[in-house]
């Protein structure tokens, strides 16, 4: 199960998105089939089946945006979250053997091509969620345990 949150930007960027396929891609796209359909035996015309099934992707991608849109909950930045990790953070980790780590803290639709984002249902998010710099953390996965060390703490107002 996904916790269904999201910072503004992350809602900013599926709302450009969204617009982006719907107001660009897709009107494209139909003319691109308009035009290999036009052109008569779809059963062997590669432009007319490609573009076909790039619509399909299109649309799909189209109905999981505006589902999700609708049911995620935006998570303002509000003063009081300073010096403890909380959603929307960016976190500087160190574990044991000096390994160190930055990423933020944020929702399942945001951490897509995007390295240095963790999702909020990660077993690393979970383990840190209200600690302070300097507490440590033991996140638990199937590869085993490892200690971490917070660092810093930041958060983008």
Known sequence: MRTPLITPQGLKDLKAELDELWRVERPEVTKKVSWAASLGDRSENADYQYNKKRLREID?????????????????????????????AWVEVENDQGEELTFRIVGYDEIFNRKNYISIDSPMARALLKKEVDDEAVVRTEAG?????ISAIRYEP
């Open 145 to 149: 345990k490892t200690t971490w060390y």
């Open 60 to 88: 799909r991608r189209v109905r999981y945006l505006r589902k999700c849109i609708e049911n995620l909950k935006v998570v303002e930045y509000h003063p009081d979250q300073e010096g403890k990790v909380f959603f929307g």
